[in-house]
């Protein structure tokens, strides 16, 4: 499984940012995968913002409110549209694959996209 992660770049706080994940591979199929986007700041570990399941698309979010992550299994993509965005919200985005449903764990993921990078600031 490849990712490509798309859609990140510098905007106001209180700003909006929609990134894409788009996934490919021989006899991939999207429907049976998981996504997670995950992020990483200068100096800081790793986290989890949101990530959904392959059958019944439930989803789960670090901070619920202001991300929703969605996924289109037609074109293998999975989107995250982040809205009134923050200053701390500034970090490399990445997505991640991993088959069956979802997870909020890094570890459990074996497929990443190379990051995106998001830059909240005025």
């Known amino acids: 499984v490849q990712l490509q992660a798309s859609g990140g770049g510098l905007v106001q706080p209180g700003g909006s940012l929609r990134l894409s994940c788009v996934a490919s591979?021989?006899?991939?199929?999207?429907?049976?995968?998981?996504i997670a986007w995950f992020r990483q700041a200068p100096g800081k570990e790793r986290e989890g913002v949101a990530c959904?399941?392959?059958?019944?698309?439930s989803t789960h979010y670090a901070d619920p409110g202001r991300f929703t992550i969605s996924r289109d299994n037609a074109k293998n993509t999975v989107y995250l549209q982040m809205n009134s965005l923050k200053t701390e919200d500034t970090a490399v985005y990445y997505c991640?694959?991993?088959?069956?449903?979802?997870?909020?764990?890094?570890?459990?993921?074996?497929?990443w996209g190379q990051g995106t990078q998001v830059t909240v600031s005025s």
């Open positions: 991640a694959a991993k088959p069956g449903r979802a997870s909020s764990q890094a570890t459990d993921y074996d497929a």
């Open positions: 591979g021989s006899g991939f199929r999207l429907e049976h995968y998981a």
């Open positions: 959904i399941s392959n059958n019944d698309g």
